[in-house]
């Protein structure tokens, strides 16, 4: 997307009115990024040509009676209503939740009221998924209970010696730290059964002259 694009978009939007309009002039899939779908990116098109948000913060999206409890006040009676009160609320706006299974639900709660600080793309229909993965296992608050986080070995961990978690995670494990020694072997075990993968995907693919993705 350019800006003599979206220039073009806007006055011809001024021109016409609506969507209706524009599609039969050939204005079809207007250039705003990122794409969703046409509908959502209608939507957030013409949201922006009447100077509202495209994107919002999703604790400001919630009814104004419901304010999320800050996890420090929590004790752990009032824990799993307001966890799954919070899970409504998300849900409500279209947010589908799964997390790794075994992890505490005091920092599934953590996890979430951090995230509502987030902006996400506003959207008429579906909505997005949240798994709590970044794809960093340092600082992931999964990471204990998580197959692929217990088995790769970061230069972080390689730095302090063990298992790198935050500190939001350590009162809930072994006061025993993870070894170097153990994620080394894991994270070989892992390099190795994916050169045996990749081995075999090259040894069974077409020679078309087209190099694997990897």
Known sequence: MCLRDLLEWADKYIECGDRKKM??????FPPIHPGISPDDDWYRFERWMKGLPV????KDRFPSDYNPIKPEDLN??????ELQKLIDHLDKLGMGLSFVNDVPPRLIYWHLYEILE???ELL????WHLD????YCPGCFQRPWCESGTSCCWSEDEKAGEMVLIDSVKEFVSASPVSLSVLQKCQAEEDKEFEEFEKRLKDTAPDDGDELPF
């Open 23 to 28: 599609e039969a002039d050939g204005y079809l």
């Open 132 to 135: 709590g993965c970044s794809g």
């Open 55 to 58: 994107r919002m913060k999703l």
């Open 118 to 120: 987030e902006e996400f």
């Open 76 to 81: 752990d009676e009032k824990l799993m209503p």
């Open 124 to 127: 008429t229909e579906g909505g």
